[in-house]
DNA sequence: AAAAAAAGTTAAACTAGTTTACTATAATTT
DNA sequence: AAATTATAGTAAACTAGTTTAACTTTTTTT
């Protein structure tokens, strides 16, 4: 069953009965994107969390000036939204377009409220989530300003070794905040030592 | 009642029974710190969210060169916590101390879980709270990657006005990342217009 | 009210990271 | 297999923000 992965995630934070189990996946639902097309797109309403069954995804801002920065990456069994978008329903501030083909399980917005009032546990599944996002988040923060490039660059290697080999270079380099030209520079100073 | 800007705050996002909130106010506790006393230090077990009362808390990490990053403020009627030592109740990674007198009220991990099972409600409150803090993030990382310093101070100082009147300058220049000089600096160009 | 400590200012020299512009190498498409 | 497009590397000139070090102002303590 392509949807066991989801349940595998879920009940690494919860315990769901078989009855649940059924629910739930009842009330979502699976979809394939091809590399290139948008799960979200700026400015429209984020409709969906998507829980990645495979494949893998960014999410980034288009500032004024045109220039786009990479918040995160997705890849397989991590999750993917604008949460920002979903709870209050309002444009996206962000991009989540998958830079290899991808399926996606998806919780929609409009029924997560009866899906919360049938497995109320739910709440506690996604309280849990936001923990570590937001833990995940803060420390990004932090990292941003007390490491230079160059340790931005070791540590992103060190926590996402699996990152590296999928994704383009410049991309890395737009999430770690800095040009591509720099990425390459640093890189080379790292081989001549 | 001292405890009930805490009600008021819990009531913008769930409704609690009369007999709710007296077992709420049951397992909560309130305590009042001193300018410059620590919340939470780094490196201890972070046992307690506070929700401030009255008074000032910065949220800051020392880096291994001795130099302090500033990721949070709060004052009156916000929430502080090392949430990732809250949750996995590990080492805290930042220090959270008062820089005004401060008086807060205290939920405790070690009787969270109880807590939560008289009023599993709650656990919808701090989803709610978490994915407003985690949309607070995100957007700050972005600001830190596509502004400069002189736009990141503007934003700053129109969306916490008061901070600016209650936070010392070189405080403020930690939280957007610069210098306390280079602050300075933005701040007689903005003058001089 | 004096002294001391904390916070803020200024400016010159410096550096981490950007910009621009060109070249090289994959990877896709025809 | 040739042509196109996307990705990566290099280097010189530049700039946003840092460092250092001295000075001024404000706040707190005695």
Same mark, same amino acid.
């Given at each position: 069953?392509?949807?066991?992965? /989801? /349940?595998?995630? +879920?009940?690494? *934070?919860?315990?769901?009965?078989?009855?649940?189990?059924?629910?739930?996946?009842?009330?979502?639902?699976?979809?394939? *994107?091809?590399?290139?097309?948008?799960?979200?797109?700026?400015?429209?309403?984020?409709?969906?969390?998507?829980?990645? +069954?495979?494949?893998?995804?960014?999410?980034?801002?288009?500032?004024?000036?045109?220039?786009?920065? &990479?918040?995160?990456?997705? &890849?397989?069994?991590?999750?993917?939204?604008?949460?920002?978008?979903?709870?209050? @329903?309002?444009?996206?501030?962000?991009? +989540?377009?998958? &830079?290899?083909?991808?399926?996606?399980? @998806?919780?929609?917005?409009?029924?997560?409220?009866?899906? /919360? @009032?049938?497995?109320?546990?739910?709440?506690? /599944?996604?309280?849990?989530?936001?923990?570590?996002?937001?833990?995940?988040?803060?420390?990004?923060?932090?990292?941003?300003?007390?490491?230079?490039?160059?340790?931005?660059?070791?540590?992103?290697?060190?926590?996402?070794?699996?990152?590296?080999?999928?994704?383009? @270079?410049?991309?890395?380099?737009?999430?770690?905040?800095?040009?591509?030209?720099?990425?390459?520079? &640093?890189?080379?100073?790292?081989?001549?030592?």
């Amino acid at each position: 069953m392509q949807e066991q992965p /989801l /349940l595998d995630y +879920i009940e690494r *934070y919860i315990d769901l009965t078989d009855s649940e189990k059924k629910i739930l996946l009842s009330k979502v639902s699976s979809r394939k *994107y091809l590399k290139g097309q948008y799960i979200v797109q700026q400015g429209d309403i984020c409709k969906h969390s998507s829980y990645l +069954i495979s494949g893998c995804t960014k999410t980034s801002y288009l500032d004024k000036k045109g220039q786009e920065h &990479i918040i995160m990456f997705a &890849i397989e069994d991590w999750w993917t939204s604008d949460i920002g978008s979903f709870v209050t @329903q309002t444009p996206a501030d962000y991009n +989540i377009q998958c &830079i290899e083909d991808t399926e996606v399980i @998806q919780f929609f917005y409009d029924n997560q409220e009866e899906l /919360l @009032q049938d497995i109320p546990k739910l709440e506690r /599944l996604f309280r849990k989530m936001l923990e570590k996002a937001l833990v995940a988040s803060q420390k990004r923060i932090v990292r941003n300003f007390s490491l230079t490039a160059k340790e931005r660059y070791l540590k992103f290697s060190e926590l996402y070794p699996i990152m590296e080999q999928r994704v383009p @270079q410049y991309m890395i380099a737009s999430y770690l905040g800095i040009t591509k030209e720099f990425l390459s520079r &640093i890189k080379r100073q790292l081989a001549n030592t």
